[in-house]
Protein backbone atom coordinates (compact mmCIF):
# COMPACT_ATOMS: atom_id res chain seq x y z
CA UNK A 1 0.00 0.00 0.00
CA UNK A 2 1.10 3.61 -1.05
CA UNK A 3 0.80 5.91 2.04
CA UNK A 4 1.28 9.34 0.35
CA UNK A 5 1.94 11.55 3.25
CA UNK A 6 3.78 15.15 3.46
CA UNK A 7 7.35 14.92 3.48
CA UNK A 8 7.52 17.62 6.60
CA UNK A 9 6.08 18.99 9.17
CA UNK A 10 4.10 16.96 12.46
CA UNK A 11 2.61 13.32 12.06
CA UNK A 12 -0.55 13.84 11.58
CA UNK A 13 -1.37 10.34 12.62
CA UNK A 14 0.25 10.48 15.98
CA UNK A 15 -1.23 13.86 17.13
CA UNK A 16 -4.89 12.56 16.47
CA UNK A 17 -6.40 11.60 19.47
CA UNK A 18 -8.15 8.53 18.28
CA UNK A 19 -6.32 6.02 16.90
CA UNK A 20 -6.16 5.16 13.65
CA UNK A 21 -4.03 2.71 12.66
CA UNK A 22 -1.99 3.80 9.52
CA UNK A 23 -1.47 0.97 6.91
CA UNK A 24 0.86 0.00 4.75
CA UNK A 25 4.60 0.78 4.42
CA UNK A 26 4.09 4.99 4.65
CA UNK A 27 6.50 5.21 1.26
CA UNK A 28 6.31 9.25 0.89
CA UNK A 29 5.89 10.28 -2.84
CA UNK A 30 7.27 13.44 -3.96
CA UNK A 31 4.90 16.04 -6.06
CA UNK A 32 4.57 13.65 -9.64
CA UNK A 33 5.86 16.31 -12.51
CA UNK A 34 4.69 13.85 -14.68
CA UNK A 35 0.50 14.44 -13.87
CA UNK A 36 -1.01 17.33 -15.76
CA UNK A 37 -3.05 20.26 -13.83
CA UNK A 38 -6.74 20.24 -14.94
CA UNK A 39 -6.46 23.04 -18.17
CA UNK A 40 -3.83 19.95 -19.31
CA UNK A 41 -6.24 17.38 -18.75
CA UNK A 42 -9.06 19.23 -20.22
CA UNK A 43 -6.64 20.05 -23.53
CA UNK A 44 -5.22 16.43 -23.66
CA UNK A 45 -8.31 14.25 -22.17
CA UNK A 46 -9.52 12.15 -25.22
CA UNK A 47 -13.17 12.51 -24.25
CA UNK A 48 -14.45 15.88 -23.17
CA UNK A 49 -16.22 15.39 -20.26
CA UNK A 50 -18.63 18.22 -20.33
CA UNK A 51 -19.96 17.63 -23.14
CA UNK A 52 -20.83 13.94 -22.30
CA UNK A 53 -22.85 15.17 -19.06
CA UNK A 54 -25.09 17.23 -21.64
CA UNK A 55 -26.55 13.33 -22.24
CA UNK A 56 -26.82 12.08 -18.46
CA UNK A 57 -30.14 13.95 -17.52
CA UNK A 58 -28.78 14.06 -13.59
CA UNK A 59 -26.67 16.83 -14.03
CA UNK A 60 -29.79 19.05 -14.88
CA UNK A 61 -31.13 18.23 -11.29
CA UNK A 62 -30.01 21.56 -8.98
CA UNK A 63 -28.42 20.07 -5.39
CA UNK A 64 -28.42 23.54 -3.62
CA UNK A 65 -27.13 25.87 -7.13
CA UNK A 66 -24.81 22.97 -8.29
CA UNK A 67 -24.68 19.68 -10.06
CA UNK A 68 -23.45 16.75 -8.19
CA UNK A 69 -20.29 15.67 -7.63
CA UNK A 70 -21.22 12.10 -8.43
CA UNK A 71 -17.88 9.80 -7.33
CA UNK A 72 -19.34 6.48 -6.63
CA UNK A 73 -19.62 5.01 -10.46
CA UNK A 74 -18.03 1.85 -8.85
CA UNK A 75 -21.19 1.43 -6.77
CA UNK A 76 -23.65 2.05 -10.18
CA UNK A 77 -23.55 4.55 -12.46
CA UNK A 78 -25.12 7.25 -13.88
CA UNK A 79 -27.78 6.60 -16.91
CA UNK A 80 -27.73 8.51 -20.26
CA UNK A 81 -30.60 9.90 -22.12
CA UNK A 82 -30.39 6.98 -25.03
CA UNK A 83 -30.93 4.28 -21.81
CA UNK A 84 -33.41 5.88 -20.62
CA UNK A 85 -35.19 6.23 -23.79
CA UNK A 86 -34.85 2.54 -25.09
CA UNK A 87 -35.98 1.29 -21.67
CA UNK A 88 -39.29 4.15 -22.18
CA UNK A 89 -39.69 3.31 -25.85
CA UNK A 90 -39.74 -0.62 -25.14
CA UNK A 91 -42.56 0.28 -22.60
CA UNK A 92 -44.71 2.57 -24.60
CA UNK A 93 -44.13 1.78 -27.87
CA UNK A 94 -43.39 -2.23 -27.70
CA UNK A 95 -44.75 -4.07 -24.98
CA UNK A 96 -44.58 -7.54 -25.43
CA UNK A 97 -43.46 -10.99 -23.72
CA UNK A 98 -40.20 -12.39 -25.80
CA UNK A 99 -40.08 -15.56 -27.96
CA UNK A 100 -43.53 -15.89 -27.98
CA UNK A 101 -45.93 -13.59 -29.53
CA UNK A 102 -47.05 -14.15 -32.79
CA UNK A 103 -48.24 -11.26 -33.43
CA UNK A 104 -46.00 -7.57 -34.67
CA UNK A 105 -45.56 -6.39 -31.11
CA UNK A 106 -44.12 -9.56 -30.00
CA UNK A 107 -41.90 -9.92 -32.58
CA UNK A 108 -40.43 -6.13 -31.92
CA UNK A 109 -39.92 -6.92 -28.43
CA UNK A 110 -38.36 -10.13 -29.36
CA UNK A 111 -35.68 -8.47 -31.88
CA UNK A 112 -34.98 -5.41 -29.27
CA UNK A 113 -34.30 -7.73 -26.65
CA UNK A 114 -31.96 -10.31 -28.69
CA UNK A 115 -30.65 -6.90 -30.36
CA UNK A 116 -29.48 -6.14 -27.36
CA UNK A 117 -27.76 -9.61 -26.95
CA UNK A 118 -26.19 -9.18 -30.07
CA UNK A 119 -24.64 -5.70 -28.90
CA UNK A 120 -23.48 -6.44 -25.87
CA UNK A 121 -21.91 -9.66 -27.58
CA UNK A 122 -20.38 -7.31 -29.62
CA UNK A 123 -19.46 -5.21 -26.90
CA UNK A 124 -16.97 -7.69 -25.32
CA UNK A 125 -15.59 -9.75 -28.01
CA UNK A 126 -17.70 -12.70 -27.53
CA UNK A 127 -17.67 -14.67 -31.27
CA UNK A 128 -21.14 -15.64 -30.80
CA UNK A 129 -24.14 -14.09 -29.18
CA UNK A 130 -25.56 -17.49 -27.92
CA UNK A 131 -22.66 -16.96 -25.30
CA UNK A 132 -24.02 -14.38 -23.74
CA UNK A 133 -26.89 -15.38 -20.35
CA UNK A 134 -28.78 -12.43 -19.73
CA UNK A 135 -28.71 -12.04 -15.88
CA UNK A 136 -29.66 -9.51 -13.26
CA UNK A 137 -25.74 -8.16 -12.22
CA UNK A 138 -22.14 -9.77 -11.79
CA UNK A 139 -23.85 -11.31 -8.77
CA UNK A 140 -26.56 -13.31 -9.90
CA UNK A 141 -23.67 -14.57 -12.56
CA UNK A 142 -21.66 -16.20 -10.58
CA UNK A 143 -24.13 -17.84 -8.39
CA UNK A 144 -25.42 -19.45 -11.77
CA UNK A 145 -21.56 -20.49 -12.42
CA UNK A 146 -20.92 -21.72 -8.86
CA UNK A 147 -25.08 -23.78 -9.00
CA UNK A 148 -24.76 -25.01 -12.35
CA UNK A 149 -21.25 -25.65 -13.50
CA UNK A 150 -19.57 -25.77 -9.87
CA UNK A 151 -22.17 -28.38 -8.61
CA UNK A 152 -21.73 -30.26 -11.40
CA UNK A 153 -17.67 -30.38 -11.69
CA UNK A 154 -16.45 -29.50 -7.96
CA UNK A 155 -16.73 -32.62 -5.89
CA UNK A 156 -14.83 -33.69 -2.79
CA UNK A 157 -11.35 -32.42 -2.08
CA UNK A 158 -11.60 -30.26 -5.14
CA UNK A 159 -9.53 -26.79 -5.03
CA UNK A 160 -11.08 -23.17 -5.90
CA UNK A 161 -9.09 -20.30 -6.22
CA UNK A 162 -9.77 -17.18 -5.50
CA UNK A 163 -7.60 -14.09 -4.51
CA UNK A 164 -7.90 -11.80 -1.49
CA UNK A 165 -9.36 -8.91 -3.88
CA UNK A 166 -12.37 -9.92 -4.22
CA UNK A 167 -15.64 -8.53 -3.92
CA UNK A 168 -18.17 -10.50 -1.31
CA UNK A 169 -19.73 -11.72 -4.93
CA UNK A 170 -17.00 -13.63 -5.82
CA UNK A 171 -16.58 -15.04 -2.48
CA UNK A 172 -19.94 -16.30 -0.77
CA UNK A 173 -21.43 -17.96 -3.69
CA UNK A 174 -18.01 -20.54 -3.76
CA UNK A 175 -18.34 -20.81 0.17
CA UNK A 176 -21.62 -21.85 -0.55
CA UNK A 177 -20.80 -24.57 -3.00
CA UNK A 178 -17.54 -25.77 -1.04
CA UNK A 179 -19.72 -26.41 2.08
CA UNK A 180 -21.76 -28.64 -0.01
CA UNK A 181 -19.30 -30.10 -1.85
CA UNK A 182 -16.67 -30.38 0.93
CA UNK A 183 -14.06 -28.90 -1.06
CA UNK A 184 -11.50 -26.14 -0.73
CA UNK A 185 -10.97 -22.67 -1.31
CA UNK A 186 -6.98 -20.61 -1.46
CA UNK A 187 -6.36 -17.39 -1.65
CA UNK A 188 -3.77 -15.28 -3.96
CA UNK A 189 -2.95 -12.86 -1.26
CA UNK A 190 -1.96 -9.14 -2.25
CA UNK A 191 1.47 -7.44 -1.62
CA UNK A 192 1.77 -3.65 0.13
CA UNK A 193 0.73 -1.57 -3.43
CA UNK A 194 -2.21 -4.14 -3.78
CA UNK A 195 -1.01 -6.39 -6.49
CA UNK A 196 -1.59 -9.64 -6.26
CA UNK A 197 1.59 -12.02 -5.44
CA UNK A 198 2.33 -14.01 -8.74
CA UNK A 199 4.72 -16.11 -7.15
CA UNK A 200 1.47 -17.29 -4.76
CA UNK A 201 -0.58 -17.73 -7.53
CA UNK A 202 2.24 -19.88 -9.17
CA UNK A 203 2.60 -22.00 -6.25
CA UNK A 204 -1.39 -22.31 -5.98
CA UNK A 205 -1.49 -23.60 -9.41
CA UNK A 206 0.53 -26.40 -8.60
CA UNK A 207 -2.38 -27.86 -6.51
CA UNK A 208 -4.13 -28.66 -9.92
CA UNK A 209 -7.19 -26.38 -8.72
CA UNK A 210 -10.27 -27.36 -11.05
CA UNK A 211 -11.44 -23.69 -10.97
CA UNK A 212 -10.12 -20.31 -10.75
CA UNK A 213 -12.12 -17.06 -10.06
CA UNK A 214 -10.72 -13.34 -9.85
CA UNK A 215 -11.63 -10.17 -10.52
CA UNK A 216 -10.47 -8.05 -13.15
CA UNK A 217 -10.56 -4.85 -11.66
CA UNK A 218 -10.78 -4.46 -7.51
CA UNK A 219 -13.74 -2.69 -6.86
CA UNK A 220 -12.44 -2.26 -3.65
CA UNK A 221 -8.66 -0.54 -4.45
CA UNK A 222 -8.85 -0.27 -8.31
CA UNK A 223 -5.81 -3.14 -9.27
CA UNK A 224 -6.18 -4.18 -12.86
CA UNK A 225 -5.16 -7.59 -12.61
CA UNK A 226 -3.38 -8.99 -15.18
CA UNK A 227 -6.29 -11.37 -16.77
CA UNK A 228 -4.22 -12.97 -19.73
CA UNK A 229 -1.05 -14.17 -18.38
CA UNK A 230 -3.39 -15.43 -15.52
CA UNK A 231 -5.75 -16.99 -17.65
CA UNK A 232 -2.63 -19.09 -19.58
CA UNK A 233 -1.23 -20.37 -16.33
CA UNK A 234 -4.06 -21.68 -14.94
CA UNK A 235 -5.26 -23.25 -18.07
CA UNK A 236 -1.66 -24.71 -18.42
CA UNK A 237 -2.12 -26.02 -14.59
CA UNK A 238 -5.76 -27.21 -15.68
CA UNK A 239 -8.01 -25.00 -14.49
CA UNK A 240 -11.23 -23.29 -15.78
CA UNK A 241 -11.07 -19.22 -15.38
CA UNK A 242 -14.13 -16.81 -14.54
CA UNK A 243 -13.26 -13.30 -14.31
CA UNK A 244 -15.36 -10.87 -12.11
CA UNK A 245 -15.31 -8.04 -14.69
CA UNK A 246 -18.46 -5.86 -12.83
CA UNK A 247 -15.32 -2.79 -12.36
CA UNK A 248 -13.58 -3.50 -15.64
CA UNK A 249 -16.51 -3.32 -18.63
CA UNK A 250 -17.53 0.21 -17.95
CA UNK A 251 -13.94 1.58 -18.30
CA UNK A 252 -12.09 0.32 -20.39
CA UNK A 253 -11.87 -2.55 -23.85
CA UNK A 254 -12.62 -5.84 -23.36
CA UNK A 255 -12.26 -8.99 -25.04
CA UNK A 256 -13.32 -12.23 -24.13
CA UNK A 257 -11.88 -14.01 -26.92
CA UNK A 258 -8.34 -12.23 -26.20
CA UNK A 259 -8.76 -12.90 -22.18
CA UNK A 260 -8.82 -16.44 -23.16
CA UNK A 261 -11.03 -16.53 -19.97
CA UNK A 262 -14.33 -19.22 -19.80
CA UNK A 263 -16.54 -17.80 -17.83
CA UNK A 264 -16.77 -13.42 -17.70
CA UNK A 265 -19.07 -11.60 -15.59
CA UNK A 266 -20.67 -8.16 -15.42
CA UNK A 267 -23.28 -5.74 -14.37
CA UNK A 268 -25.12 -3.87 -16.95
CA UNK A 269 -26.42 -0.80 -14.34
CA UNK A 270 -22.17 -0.17 -13.26
CA UNK A 271 -21.99 0.21 -17.15
CA UNK A 272 -24.94 3.28 -17.91
CA UNK A 273 -27.40 0.45 -17.96
CA UNK A 274 -30.48 -0.31 -16.21
CA UNK A 275 -30.42 -1.90 -12.48
CA UNK A 276 -31.84 -5.51 -13.13
CA UNK A 277 -29.43 -5.50 -16.19
CA UNK A 278 -25.81 -7.85 -16.68
CA UNK A 279 -24.68 -10.84 -18.15
CA UNK A 280 -22.70 -13.58 -17.51
CA UNK A 281 -20.58 -15.04 -20.59
CA UNK A 282 -19.14 -18.20 -21.15
CA UNK A 283 -17.98 -20.47 -23.62
CA UNK A 284 -20.47 -22.38 -26.16
CA UNK A 285 -19.57 -25.77 -24.86
CA UNK A 286 -19.28 -24.91 -21.59
CA UNK A 287 -23.01 -23.37 -21.52
CA UNK A 288 -24.17 -26.48 -23.46
CA UNK A 289 -23.01 -28.90 -20.89
CA UNK A 290 -24.13 -27.33 -17.90
CA UNK A 291 -27.26 -27.92 -16.24
CA UNK A 292 -30.25 -25.21 -16.32
CA UNK A 293 -29.98 -22.71 -13.15
CA UNK A 294 -33.79 -22.23 -12.88
CA UNK A 295 -36.86 -23.86 -13.98
CA UNK A 296 -39.69 -22.68 -15.65
CA UNK A 297 -41.02 -21.48 -18.66
CA UNK A 298 -38.56 -20.48 -21.65
CA UNK A 299 -35.87 -22.33 -20.80
CA UNK A 300 -37.12 -25.70 -21.67
CA UNK A 301 -38.22 -27.23 -25.19
CA UNK A 302 -40.43 -29.54 -24.24
CA UNK A 303 -42.59 -30.01 -20.51
CA UNK A 304 -44.33 -33.40 -19.65
CA UNK A 305 -45.97 -34.18 -16.45
CA UNK A 306 -42.93 -36.22 -15.34
CA UNK A 307 -39.74 -35.02 -17.67
CA UNK A 308 -38.12 -32.07 -19.50
CA UNK A 309 -35.94 -31.08 -22.14
CA UNK A 310 -34.56 -27.94 -22.24
CA UNK A 311 -33.38 -25.24 -24.55
CA UNK A 312 -30.68 -24.12 -26.35
CA UNK A 313 -28.46 -21.51 -24.85
CA UNK A 314 -28.62 -19.22 -23.67
CA UNK A 315 -32.37 -19.36 -22.82
CA UNK A 316 -31.58 -22.40 -20.74
CA UNK A 317 -30.38 -20.01 -18.19
CA UNK A 318 -32.77 -17.67 -18.77
CA UNK A 319 -36.39 -18.97 -17.03
CA UNK A 320 -39.29 -16.74 -16.94
CA UNK A 321 -40.03 -13.55 -18.22
CA UNK A 322 -37.08 -11.67 -18.40
CA UNK A 323 -36.01 -8.14 -17.21
CA UNK A 324 -36.63 -7.22 -21.17
CA UNK A 325 -36.49 -3.56 -20.64
CA UNK A 326 -33.31 -3.66 -18.58
CA UNK A 327 -31.49 -5.43 -21.39
CA UNK A 328 -32.83 -3.53 -24.35
CA UNK A 329 -31.61 -0.53 -22.16
CA UNK A 330 -28.38 -2.45 -21.62
CA UNK A 331 -28.22 -2.89 -25.28
CA UNK A 332 -28.69 1.23 -25.70
CA UNK A 333 -25.68 1.74 -23.08
CA UNK A 334 -22.84 -0.41 -24.84
CA UNK A 335 -24.27 0.82 -28.20
CA UNK A 336 -23.37 4.82 -26.58
CA UNK A 337 -20.35 3.45 -24.92
CA UNK A 338 -19.00 2.06 -28.40
CA UNK A 339 -19.77 5.62 -29.93
CA UNK A 340 -17.53 7.05 -27.16
CA UNK A 341 -14.60 4.25 -27.94
CA UNK A 342 -13.51 2.19 -24.82
CA UNK A 343 -10.09 3.07 -25.58
CA UNK A 344 -10.51 7.06 -25.16
CA UNK A 345 -12.80 6.19 -21.93
CA UNK A 346 -9.87 4.10 -20.76
CA UNK A 347 -7.80 7.58 -21.47
CA UNK A 348 -10.04 9.51 -19.70
CA UNK A 349 -10.35 7.97 -16.61
CA UNK A 350 -7.04 6.89 -16.86
CA UNK A 351 -5.99 10.72 -16.53
CA UNK A 352 -8.72 11.55 -14.02
CA UNK A 353 -7.43 8.63 -11.87
CA UNK A 354 -3.49 10.24 -11.56
CA UNK A 355 -5.05 13.92 -11.24
CA UNK A 356 -6.99 12.59 -8.35
CA UNK A 357 -4.18 10.51 -6.60
CA UNK A 358 -2.37 13.24 -6.97
CA UNK A 359 -4.78 15.97 -6.00
CA UNK A 360 -5.48 14.34 -2.73
CA UNK A 361 -1.58 13.25 -1.74
CA UNK A 362 -0.92 16.61 -1.71
CA UNK A 363 -3.88 18.52 -1.22
CA UNK A 364 -5.22 16.52 1.78
CA UNK A 365 -2.33 16.51 4.74
CA UNK A 366 -1.82 12.82 5.45
CA UNK A 367 -4.19 11.05 3.65
CA UNK A 368 -3.66 7.02 3.33
CA UNK A 369 -4.13 6.15 -0.41
CA UNK A 370 -4.77 2.46 -1.39
CA UNK A 371 -3.59 0.69 -4.13
CA UNK A 372 -1.58 0.92 -7.06
CA UNK A 373 0.00 4.18 -7.59
CA UNK A 374 -1.62 5.67 -11.19
CA UNK A 375 -0.34 3.72 -13.95
CA UNK A 376 -1.13 0.74 -16.33
CA UNK A 377 -2.65 -0.96 -13.67
CA UNK A 378 -4.55 1.27 -11.79
CA UNK A 379 -8.27 1.93 -12.15
CA UNK A 380 -10.51 4.62 -11.38
CA UNK A 381 -11.32 3.79 -8.26
CA UNK A 382 -9.39 5.44 -5.37
CA UNK A 383 -10.21 4.10 -1.62
CA UNK A 384 -8.21 6.31 0.91
CA UNK A 385 -8.63 7.17 4.94
CA UNK A 386 -8.26 10.80 6.36
CA UNK A 387 -6.45 10.41 9.51
CA UNK A 388 -9.04 10.95 12.92
CA UNK A 389 -11.80 10.74 11.03
CA UNK A 390 -14.19 8.03 10.02
CA UNK A 391 -14.92 7.54 6.83
CA UNK A 392 -19.04 7.49 7.54
CA UNK A 393 -18.51 11.05 8.53
CA UNK A 394 -16.17 11.80 5.66
CA UNK A 395 -19.37 10.72 3.24
CA UNK A 396 -22.24 12.34 5.96
CA UNK A 397 -20.31 15.93 5.34
CA UNK A 398 -19.28 15.52 1.76
CA UNK A 399 -22.84 15.22 1.09
CA UNK A 400 -23.57 18.50 2.47
CA UNK A 401 -21.66 19.42 -0.55
CA UNK A 402 -23.20 17.92 -3.01
CA UNK A 403 -20.40 15.44 -3.11
CA UNK A 404 -21.42 12.04 -3.09
CA UNK A 405 -18.68 9.30 -2.23
CA UNK A 406 -19.01 5.83 -0.66
CA UNK A 407 -17.90 4.96 2.76
CA UNK A 408 -17.72 1.49 4.08
CA UNK A 409 -15.88 -2.02 2.92
CA UNK A 410 -17.25 -2.18 0.02
CA UNK A 411 -18.52 -5.17 -0.03
CA UNK A 412 -14.62 -6.21 0.58
CA UNK A 413 -14.26 -7.19 4.06
CA UNK A 414 -11.49 -9.62 3.82
CA UNK A 415 -9.58 -6.98 1.83
CA UNK A 416 -10.38 -3.95 3.94
CA UNK A 417 -9.00 -6.76 7.27
CA UNK A 418 -5.78 -7.11 5.02
CA UNK A 419 -5.57 -3.39 4.59
CA UNK A 420 -6.03 -3.27 7.98
CA UNK A 421 -9.41 -0.67 7.90
CA UNK A 422 -12.74 -1.80 9.65
CA UNK A 423 -13.64 1.16 6.50
CA UNK A 424 -12.47 3.35 3.72
CA UNK A 425 -13.40 5.88 1.55
CA UNK A 426 -14.05 5.30 -2.06
CA UNK A 427 -14.29 8.20 -5.03
CA UNK A 428 -14.76 6.45 -8.27
CA UNK A 429 -15.12 7.50 -11.82
CA UNK A 430 -16.93 7.36 -14.77
CA UNK A 431 -17.20 9.07 -18.75
CA UNK A 432 -18.70 12.13 -17.23
CA UNK A 433 -16.40 12.48 -14.14
CA UNK A 434 -14.29 15.57 -14.08
CA UNK A 435 -11.19 17.58 -12.83
CA UNK A 436 -13.73 19.38 -11.36
CA UNK A 437 -15.53 16.92 -9.15
CA UNK A 438 -12.30 15.99 -7.60
CA UNK A 439 -11.03 19.49 -7.17
CA UNK A 440 -14.60 19.61 -5.06
CA UNK A 441 -13.97 16.65 -3.33
CA UNK A 442 -10.40 17.63 -2.40
CA UNK A 443 -12.05 21.34 -0.59
CA UNK A 444 -14.57 19.02 0.92
CA UNK A 445 -12.02 16.75 2.58
CA UNK A 446 -9.96 19.99 3.80
CA UNK A 447 -13.05 21.30 5.53
CA UNK A 448 -13.84 17.79 7.28
CA UNK A 449 -10.10 18.10 8.33
CA UNK A 450 -10.92 21.53 9.26
CA UNK A 451 -14.04 20.61 11.02
CA UNK A 452 -12.01 17.13 12.75
CA UNK A 453 -8.89 19.69 13.69
CA UNK B 1 -21.17 21.23 6.97
CA UNK B 2 -20.15 22.47 10.35
CA UNK B 3 -23.53 22.90 11.81
CA UNK B 4 -24.52 19.23 11.16
CA UNK B 5 -22.04 17.69 13.51
CA UNK B 6 -22.52 19.82 17.14
CA UNK B 7 -19.39 20.62 18.80
CA UNK B 8 -20.28 17.59 22.16
CA UNK B 9 -20.58 15.19 19.24
CA UNK B 10 -17.02 15.58 18.68
CA UNK B 11 -15.80 16.08 21.91
CA UNK B 12 -17.42 13.04 22.91
CA UNK B 13 -15.70 11.52 19.34
CA UNK B 14 -11.91 12.89 20.39
CA UNK B 15 -12.51 11.90 24.22
CA UNK B 16 -14.66 9.18 24.15
CA UNK B 17 -16.24 8.94 28.19
CA UNK B 18 -15.76 4.94 29.63
CA UNK B 19 -13.62 4.25 26.71
CA UNK B 20 -11.55 1.31 27.91
CA UNK B 21 -12.08 -2.63 29.28
CA UNK B 22 -13.28 -3.72 32.98
CA UNK B 23 -10.98 -6.22 34.41
CA UNK B 24 -13.53 -8.79 35.23
CA UNK B 25 -16.84 -7.84 33.88
CA UNK B 26 -19.98 -9.57 34.68
CA UNK B 27 -21.75 -8.92 30.72
CA UNK B 28 -19.41 -8.41 27.96
CA UNK B 29 -21.18 -7.89 24.66
CA UNK B 30 -19.71 -7.38 21.02
CA UNK B 31 -21.59 -5.39 18.74
CA UNK B 32 -21.27 -4.79 15.07
CA UNK B 33 -22.61 -2.90 12.23
CA UNK B 34 -22.93 -5.17 9.05
CA UNK B 35 -22.74 -2.00 6.44
CA UNK B 36 -19.25 -1.04 7.69
CA UNK B 37 -17.69 -3.43 9.71
CA UNK B 38 -17.71 -1.49 12.81
CA UNK B 39 -17.13 -2.66 16.05
CA UNK B 40 -18.62 -2.15 19.87
CA UNK B 41 -17.73 -4.37 22.49
CA UNK B 42 -19.24 -3.68 25.57
CA UNK B 43 -18.54 -4.37 29.18
CA UNK B 44 -20.58 -3.87 32.46
CA UNK B 45 -20.46 -4.91 36.08
CA UNK B 46 -23.66 -5.50 37.95
CA UNK B 47 -23.64 -5.35 41.56
CA UNK B 48 -25.98 -7.56 43.31
CA UNK B 49 -28.58 -4.88 43.81
CA UNK B 50 -28.85 -5.13 39.86
CA UNK B 51 -27.32 -1.80 39.15
CA UNK B 52 -25.01 -0.90 36.68
CA UNK B 53 -21.73 -0.84 38.65
CA UNK B 54 -19.57 -0.20 36.39
CA UNK B 55 -19.27 0.33 32.11
CA UNK B 56 -16.73 0.70 29.39
CA UNK B 57 -16.53 0.01 25.96
CA UNK B 58 -13.56 -0.37 23.24
CA UNK B 59 -14.27 -0.24 19.16
CA UNK B 60 -13.68 1.69 15.97
CA UNK B 61 -16.39 3.75 14.71
CA UNK B 62 -17.33 6.60 13.17
CA UNK B 63 -18.20 9.99 15.12
CA UNK B 64 -21.83 9.38 15.69
CA UNK B 65 -21.61 5.69 16.93
CA UNK B 66 -18.53 6.71 19.06
CA UNK B 67 -20.49 9.86 20.99
CA UNK B 68 -23.78 7.49 21.14
CA UNK B 69 -21.71 5.22 22.78
CA UNK B 70 -20.05 7.71 24.72
CA UNK B 71 -23.43 9.45 25.85
CA UNK B 72 -25.11 6.41 26.72
CA UNK B 73 -22.12 4.98 29.02
CA UNK B 74 -22.38 7.61 30.50
CA UNK B 75 -26.27 7.95 31.22
CA UNK B 76 -26.20 4.10 32.28
CA UNK B 77 -23.50 3.88 34.93
CA UNK B 78 -25.05 3.99 38.53
CA UNK B 79 -28.09 3.23 37.06
CA UNK B 80 -30.54 0.04 38.13
CA UNK B 81 -31.44 -2.21 35.31
CA UNK B 82 -34.96 -1.73 35.64
CA UNK B 83 -34.27 2.17 34.34
CA UNK B 84 -31.90 0.90 31.99
CA UNK B 85 -34.44 -1.42 30.23
CA UNK B 86 -36.40 1.82 30.01
CA UNK B 87 -34.12 3.38 27.22
CA UNK B 88 -35.00 3.67 23.87
CA UNK B 89 -33.46 4.18 20.57
CA UNK B 90 -35.37 7.20 20.30
CA UNK B 91 -33.71 8.42 23.83
CA UNK B 92 -30.71 7.77 22.66
CA UNK B 93 -31.32 9.99 19.27
CA UNK B 94 -32.59 12.87 21.02
CA UNK B 95 -29.87 12.87 23.54
CA UNK B 96 -27.01 13.03 20.13
CA UNK B 97 -29.35 15.54 19.07
CA UNK B 98 -28.14 15.99 15.57
CA UNK B 99 -30.19 15.05 12.26
CA UNK B 100 -29.35 11.19 11.26
CA UNK B 101 -30.02 10.21 7.85
CA UNK B 102 -31.25 6.62 7.50
CA UNK B 103 -28.53 5.51 6.20
CA UNK B 104 -26.66 6.32 9.52
CA UNK B 105 -29.08 5.40 11.78
CA UNK B 106 -27.30 1.85 12.68
CA UNK B 107 -24.47 3.88 13.37
CA UNK B 108 -26.00 5.68 16.33
CA UNK B 109 -27.85 2.92 17.23
CA UNK B 110 -25.37 0.29 17.49
CA UNK B 111 -24.36 1.43 21.35
CA UNK B 112 -28.00 0.86 22.50
CA UNK B 113 -28.89 -2.31 20.35
CA UNK B 114 -25.72 -3.99 21.58
CA UNK B 115 -26.71 -2.57 25.33
CA UNK B 116 -30.09 -4.20 24.62
CA UNK B 117 -28.65 -7.76 23.63
CA UNK B 118 -25.71 -7.46 26.72
CA UNK B 119 -28.70 -7.42 29.40
CA UNK B 120 -31.51 -9.48 27.25
CA UNK B 121 -31.42 -12.17 29.63
CA UNK B 122 -31.43 -10.35 32.78
CA UNK B 123 -34.10 -7.37 32.12
CA UNK B 124 -37.45 -7.46 30.21
CA UNK B 125 -37.10 -4.27 27.46
CA UNK B 126 -39.96 -2.23 26.77
CA UNK B 127 -41.35 -2.98 23.90
CA UNK B 128 -40.55 0.23 22.11
CA UNK B 129 -36.74 -0.14 21.99
CA UNK B 130 -38.09 -2.72 19.39
CA UNK B 131 -39.63 -0.64 16.83
CA UNK B 132 -37.69 1.49 14.82
CA UNK B 133 -37.96 5.26 15.23
CA UNK B 134 -40.22 6.98 13.12
Known amino acids: MVAYLPSDGPDPVADCDVAVPRTGSGTALEAGPDVPDAAEIARIDPLDPLVIRRDFPIFERDFGGRTVAYLDSAATSLKPRVVVDAVNDYNTRHTANVHRGIYALGEEATALYEGARERVARFIGARDRHEIVFVRNATEAINLVAATWGRRNIGAGDTIVLTELEHHSNLVPWQMLIQEKDADLEFVPIDDEGRLVQESYDALLRTHPKLVAFTHVSNGIGTINPVREMVDRAHRAGALVLVDGAQAVPHMPVSVAELDCDFYAFSGHKALGPTGSGALWARRELLEAMPPYMGGGEMIREVHLRSTTYNDVPWKFEAGTPDIAAAIGLGAAVEYLVGLGMDRVRGHERLLTAYALDALAHGVPGVTLHGPRAGDDRAGVVSFNLPGVHPHDVATLLDREAVAIRAGHHCTQPLHERLGEAATARASFGVYSTTDDIDRLVAGLRKVQALFS | ?134
Open chain 2, 1 to 134: MDDLYRAEILEHYRHPHNFGTLEHPDVVQEGSNPLCGDRLTLMLDVDEQGVVDEVAFTGRGCAISQASASMLTDRIRGLPLAEVAKIGRQDVLDELGIEISPARLKCALLSVDTLRRALEDRVAWQAETEEEPA
